[in-house]
């Protein structure tokens, strides 16, 4: 039997932003390339990007990217060709700070970003290139509380997203987004618990063939395999899960304390997913099914 779960109680999970909020990032993205100008070249980077931010969502990351500017670390280019990062950064705070379109805007640094926040919220991400080609990946970030370079690959996260949503029949990303909710619901955006990055990479081990059309299944299915997966983690083994574009580990920097309650939550959401499933009355399955999902 199909199961019970209302559709509007899924569709609103699964939704991306609107057309407007697409709108506004793209118009973000523009004002922001046309206040750096020619010495930079900016794109945008993370859930807008791969089409995996959820319909709430109100900020969006921006990467920009120093030309003929090089890693002091990880570029072969000559010495002549580096740039200190507190320039970097400061130089970008400040055409950000001095712009008159937006009064409203505060401008702060961060981590290993400049954080913009007015109407709409945009984390700017200053970069250097690693190889001579800007549009190609790795370049480098900076973080400013390590206080070193970072590799980043955040076309080839793009890519690989793109390729596992058409190996799933478009199914992926409206499950990651789905996954993202969850997590938000539930955690309300403490990435010490778990960050939409790692979610990515947590959905993008899973196998293609658990992405089916009927959502809630896929859910469960697919919170099974992650926690078969980080099971011998959580009991003391190492576990490694490559991240999407599939350079780095996600369980190296992942506090067990937060990756216990994630498990532990997941564990609790699949049982109630599963009552949900199997309820034989409308009202069981909706009331199981927000006890899953958090809302």
Not at 83 to 95: L, N
Not at 246 to 251: A, K, L, P, Q
Not at 268 to 286: F, G, I, M, P, Q
């Amino acid at each position: 039997m199909a199961h019970l779960i209302p559709a509007n109680l899924i569709d609103f999970l699964t939704a991306g932003p609107s057309a407007t909020k697409v709108t506004e990032v793209s118009n973000m993205q523009t004002f922001i390339q046309g206040l750096l100008g020619s010495t930079h070249e900016t794109f945008l980077q993370g859930s807008y990007k791969n089409d995996t931010a959820t319909s709430d969502i109100n900020d969006v990351d921006i990467v920009a990217i120093r030309l003929t500017t090089f890693s002091g670390v990880f570029s072969s280019q000559p010495v002549s060709s580096w740039v200190a990062w507190d320039t970097i950064f400061s130089e970008i705070e400040q055409r950000l700070r001095t712009q008159r379109t937006y009064s409203s805007w505060t401008v702060t640094r961060d981590d290993k970003c400049i954080k913009v926040r007015g109407a709409f919220d945009a984390d700017v991400v200053p970069a250097v290139l690693i190889g001579t080609d800007s549009k190609q990946d790795p370049i480098a970030i900076y973080s400013n509380k390590r206080g070193l370079e970072i590799i980043n690959r955040p076309r080839t996260h793009y890519l690989n997203s793109v390729a596992k949503h058409q190996a799933t029949s478009s199914n992926y990303k409206p499950i990651v987004r789905m996954f993202k909710n969850w997590a938000q619901n539930h955690f309300g955006g403490d990435k010490s618990i778990v960050s939409s990055f790692k979610l990515e990479a947590l959905l993008h081990g899973v196998p293609n063939d658990t992405f089916v059309g009927d959502y809630p299944a896929a859910f469960i299915l697919a919170a099974n395999v992650i926690r078969t997966r980080l099971a011998p983690h959580m009991s003391g083994s190492t576990v490694q899960v490559p991240s999407v574009c599939g350079s780095e580990d996600i369980m190296s920097n992942w506090d067990s304390t937060g990756l216990k309650t994630f498990g532990e939550a997941l564990g609790l959401s699949v049982n109630h997913a599963l009552d949900a499933y199997n309820a034989t009355t409308r009202t069981a399955a909706e009331s199981s099914w927000r006890r899953a999902l958090g809302f």
